[in-house]
């Protein structure tokens, strides 16, 4: 039995072990509620302040994000202006230059059309003057004849069998000729044309040519193939010019004659296909041809850059085109260098395009981050707030456990049971005796 002193009057009265036991648990409930509601209300002001804290830092960093976004727009935008007016600037310099070098070429290319053709002219002109001296010659010859006709006649036995002789020897020597040419075939006409050309190549190449590729073209993987290509080029490797050749002749006794136009097409086809600037037709086809035995026949109108000759210009035309690509050759490095700065315009607006798309790249990533953790920031509210609801309905029920301790008396304790209520009488009683 355990005594138990009233704090209001002072009576001691006793009580089993289990009706104390039951006061003892009613005492520390109390106690445990008061405690758990001044943690609860702690825990509720600790989280109230968390949570404004991280709103804060939230707002603090759009804030910052968002000033940092506008004044990367601002610098790209000022960039963009400038890269606009620069480019604005070098291209119309740059179109000023080359619209000065195409003029200054066209010049050069009609200065040397005009030493063409008065070389051309003059060549006329010393064979009308070759053919009037032979005339003249012909005729003081013809009159000198006239005056020593009487000697003539005393030598005309003497020298009618020495021409005759003569005569017979030409003869043989003629139809040795012919029958030697009927015995070689097309292709050899055409290798000893070929041959001729690279001979006169071969004397002049170490003095005229020391850094010129003069050789056969021995690739028809293309289907078809030229007869020679001439290339040269500067001491840095830039090609100075090219050629294409084509030899062409033919035997006396072909049945079927060539012409020079038969063969431009192809000539002009393999000259593209190997890369060459020039096409030139080295023949001995139409013989009789006023025009071709005239000198340097220009085929432009039909093909670009490409003309007819005979075998006896074939040094004079390789060294006219040499020199005419040897005055052009500043302004091609010109042209080289102009070209290589629009390269360097082209990369800089590439990196430039790699820069924006890049910051974009990096821009989205950071925005979806942000957001991301916006939505991780909403669910932490939504979850604290769950919390604080299941706290104030936890509240609620201690309060009402609360409530229903303050109305807990003996006389509710022992009310139904009669063992407690005779106990609890038997102690009234001896109170009060």
Known sequence: MNEIRCPKC???????????????????????????????????????????????????????????LSRKDDEIKLIEANIKSNL?????????????????????????????????????????????????????????????????QLLEVSLKDKYTAELKSKDEMIAYYRDMKAKLSTKMVGETLEQHCEIQFNQLRATAFPKAYFEK???????????????????????????????????????????????????????NEKGCEYAILVSLLEADSELYNSGIIDMSHRYQKMYIIRPQFFIPMITVLRNAAMNSLSYIAELALIRNQNIDITNFEENLETFKSGFARNYDLASRKFKKAIDEIDKAISSLQKTKDELMSSDNNLRLANNKAEEITIKRLTRGNSTMSEKFAKLK???EE
């Open 10 to 68: 002072n009576e001691i009265f006793k009580v089993d072990e289990s009706g104390f036991a039951d006061i003892v648990k009613q005492v520390r409930d109390k106690e445990f509620e008061k405690a758990l509601h001044e943690r609860e209300v702690l825990s509720e002001t600790e989280k109230k302040l968390a949570v404004t804290e991280a709103l804060v830092l939230v707002e603090k960093e759009r804030d910052s994000l968002k000033a940092e």
């Open 429 to 431: 009683e001896g109170t």
């Open 88 to 152: 604005r600037g070098n291209i119309a310099e740059k179109d000023t230059q080359i619209a000065e070098l195409k003029a200054k070429l066209q010049a050069h290319d009609t200065e040397l059309q005009a030493k063409l053709q008065a070389q051309d002219a003059e060549k006329r002109l010393a064979v009308s003057e070759a053919v009037n001296k032979i005339e003249k010659e012909r005729e003081a010859l013809a009159n000198e004849l006239k005056s020593k006709e009487t000697e003539k």
């Open 217 to 271: 073209d021995n690739d028809a993987k293309t289907g078809s193939k030229g007869d020679y290509i001439y290339r040269e080029t500067d001491e840095s490797g830039n090609e100075i010019i090219s050629i294409m050749f084509e030899m062409k002749n033919e035997g006396d006794e072909t049945a079927t004659k060539k012409r020079n136009e038969d063969f431009l097409k192809e000539l002009d086809k393999d000259r």
